[in-house]
């Protein structure tokens, strides 16, 4: 039986990870250009940060 080769898998992984991220980087760019919020950023118009009720009172 041959002996499995391990450099071999570790390249092909190596690649796949590297094509992955890539691909994510293009498709950041590609909404960067366009002008849509990146994945985990808050959008300009949503409830994330909403300052409008005033701060409550230390009395």
Same mark, same amino acid.
């Not at 590297?18 to 980087?25: F, G, R, V």
């Not at 590609?30 to 409550?56: I, L």
């Given at each position: 039986?041959?002996?499995?080769?391990?450099?071999? #898998?570790? $390249?092909? $992984?190596?690649? *796949? @990870?590297?094509? @992955?991220?890539? #691909? @994510?980087?293009?498709? @950041? *760019?590609? $909404?960067? $250009?366009? !002008?849509?919020?990146? #994945? !985990?950023?808050? #959008?300009?118009? +949503?409830?994330?940060? /909403? /300052? +409008? *009720?005033?701060?409550? +009172?230390?009395?």
């Amino acid at each position: 039986m041959a002996k499995p080769n391990y450099s071999f #898998e570790k $390249r092909q $992984r190596e690649l *796949a @990870k590297q094509k @992955k991220k890539a #691909e @994510k980087d293009a498709e @950041k *760019a590609a $909404r960067k $250009r366009a !002008g849509e919020p990146a #994945e !985990g950023e808050p #959008e300009a118009g +949503s409830d994330a940060g /909403d /300052d +409008s *009720a005033p701060p409550p +009172s230390a009395d």
